[in-house]
């Protein structure tokens, strides 16, 4: 329990310098209210409507597939932990370690599946694909 | 079962005792106390780093010779720095979304002192043990890109967009290899307990003409340490990784409409984490704290500096990778060999065993 106490201590602290930097900073800065220089920044252009929009951000396959194998990392760490204890406890090699690769393994079986089926490529626009033909051929 | 080779007091507990209290206010003033010293320690830190030796470093590579006019080698140039920065004017651009634009640059210092309060720093700076040791680094460490995401969302730009779709790739890429590489040093210790960790590895492992060689897991399994120091390049984002800020091809990403102390808060949560990536590096697989001679303390600032002056080395040697052909090197190379690697390990310790 007293670590968890420390914990939060340091997430605190951890809290507190950026906001006390942000004081200083508050105390030290000028404010010169004048709107021109409030454009955003698009290599000096002016900027032609909002960052919010809708776009392919090419690879929400690999996000899916991310879900998958982070499931995986938690299912996998306990069974690191207590295997070396467990191989010294007497139980046997097979026991302790097939069932693992059995399981590390039907995932791989999936990621190459992934992989053949180009989930893990970058998506090129069809816009993209074109131009790069016109400009091969 | 291992039990641990020496009891070692935590910092929070030792000031506790120092001031003579005890029970939960002890804990929470020491605890308060502990993690201001360690925070107060990176900052110190990261004000070497930021201002001063990465643009030292950057010259020597470049046959330069950087600031060298105030003090002595040009080191007072870090209080100059550090008020410049502060006292510029905040510019607010216009639309952006208040609370991320102002939450983002707050949570990646955040996440990345955070990160510290499990690390063992040598001489009993060691602010909290839990069990979960490891893992609550890992996680401190990944909520940093929550914040790129919000810079990238709220800034109303279209590279800051970029930038921040950009970290989640390079988190997701590569936080799956980084696991499950330190899951294969894990499947050697049996426990995720920091300092069981460290203690284990001050056994000795063999012994040539009268020295002893520590059982450090970069010795024990260098092919794992090679893997966990890549992963963690592109997990602190510094090149050849540094797709989310690229500057060549994305301005600055998520950080191109910060100014002011938001900037600063930006860098030095960077740095942080540069120094957490380290200081995990360190205690998985260089013996935390451990050396010869010197106190733990000092062993542990230079392995993490170590670290740091790598990240600055690829960043003056090597060239950015594209971002797709950085895709591909975290999703059909580093995870990959990460399993490989775990399974060999396993199958090893196994037959061993």
Known sequence: MSEWIAIGALGLVAVGIPLGMMAVSALLRPSVPEQGKRATYESGEVPTGTARVQFNIQYYMVALLFVVFDVETVLILPWTVIYRSALDQGVGLTTILGPMLAFIGALVVGLVWAWRNGAVEWVKSPLANRRKTERNA | ?353
Do not use: C
């Open chain 2, 1 to 353: 079962m291992v039990t641990p080779l020496q009891s070692q007091v935590l910092l929070p507990e030792r000031i506790a005792g120092l001031l003579g209290l005890s029970g939960t206010i002890g804990q929470i003033v020491g605890g308060l106390l502990g993690a201001f010293i360690i925070a107060n320690l990176l900052l110190v830190q990261t004000a070497v780093a930021g201002p001063w030796a990465k643009r030292k470093i950057t010259a020597a590579f470049t046959d330069r010779i950087a600031v060298n006019r105030v003090g002595p080698f040009g080191l007072v140039v870090i209080v100059a720095d550090a008020v410049r920065l502060l006292s510029k004017e905040l510019v607010i651009p216009e639309g952006v979304d208040r609370p991320a634009y102002d939450l983002g640059p707050l949570l990646v210092p955040f996440s990345a002192l955070l990160g510290f309060a499990v690390i063992p720093m040598g001489n009993g700076i060691h602010l909290a043990d839990p069990e979960t040791g490891l893992v609550f680094a890992f996680a401190a460490s990944s909520i940093a890109s929550l914040g790129l995401v919000m810079m990238g969302y709220g800034s109303n730009n279209k590279y800051s967009l970029l930038g921040g779709l950009r970290a989640i790739a390079s988190n997701i890429a590569y936080e799956i290899p980084l696991v499950v590489t330190a899951a294969s040093v894990v499947v050697f210790t049996g426990t995720l307990q920091m300092s069981e960790i460290v203690a284990q590895q001050t056994q000795p492992l063999l012994s040539i003409a009268g020295v002893t060689i520590p059982q450090w897991f970069a010795i024990v399994n260098p092919f794992a340490f090679v893997l966990f120091v890549v992963a963690n390049l592109a997990e602190v984002g510094r090149n050849p990784f540094d797709v989310p800020e690229a500057p060549t091809e994305i301005v600055a990403g998520f950080q191109t409409e910060y100014s002011s102390v938001y900037f600063v808060l930006i860098y030095l949560g960077e740095f942080i984490h540069i120094f957490l990536g380290g200081a995990i590096a360190a205690t998985l697989f260089l013996g935390g704290p451990a050396g010869p001679f010197l106190p733990g303390f000092v062993w542990f600032t230079i392995k993490i500096w170590a670290f740091y002056l790598f990240t600055q080395w690829a960043r003056s040697a090597i060239p950015r990778v594209r971002i797709d052909q950085f895709l591909d090197i975290g999703w059909k190379g580093m995870l990959v060999l990460s399993f490989a690697n775990l399974a060999l390990t396993a199958i090893i310790v196994g037959v061993i065993a």
